[in-house]
């Protein structure tokens, strides 16, 4: 599989809370409400993992991105877009609209690090309640007619609040067998 879509791909989709959807099932739906680091997840069930850096710079985010950052103010915000990867294959697209004063201090110079080791090593941050959403694979420049779930959740720490997006992309072990089951599986041989 490969990922095609060029910086900044956006997630302008409709979100929902997670009581108005239906989620086909239970593994899906663990990942999707899981309110742990994603990031240390991945990379407790690959053997490599890696994190792509798509780009970040200053964006005007989404409409429904701005409805959820109103208590912010004024102020802008950049763009940040990654792939979290597992065994060489994109797993996690991911999305975080950043305030720029958060930008400017707690969050200085990410880089390739990943920015959940920021916000759950930080307990000043304080996580809301996610909202999900479906996207087609297509919107990613993956060929494929596979619908894929994503969630968002807002990390807020004194005045401002900012949006982590992720969208679980084929690969994810989100939509099959685990990753840890298929090492058990291995062993089990």
Known sequence: M?????????????WQAPS????????LKNWLLDT????????????????????????????NELSLLHNNGNTSYQAREILLCG??????FARSIIPQA???????????????????????????????CTAAASHFGINSNQVLWGRRSLFTLDNYS???????????????QSATSEKESEQQL
């Open 36 to 63: 742990g680091s994603l990031t240390e997840r991945v990379q407790s069930l690959s053997n490599h993992f890696s994190l792509e850096l798509i780009g970040q710079r200053t964006q005007i985010p989404h409409d």
């Open 2 to 14: 490969s990922f095609n879509a060029t910086f900044p791909v956006g997630l302008a989709v409709d």
């Open 102 to 132: 958060f930008v400017d201090s707690e969050l200085s110079d990410l880089g390739r690090e990943p920015l959940g080791k920021r916000l759950f090593n930080d307990t000043r941050f304080i996580r809301s309640e996610f909202q999900l």
């Open 87 to 92: 065994d060489h294959q994109p797993w996690v």
């Open 162 to 176: 900012m949006i982590v997006a992720e969208v679980f992309l084929p690969h994810s072990p989100a939509y099959g």
């Open 20 to 27: 108005g959807i239906t989620i086909p099932n239970a593994q």
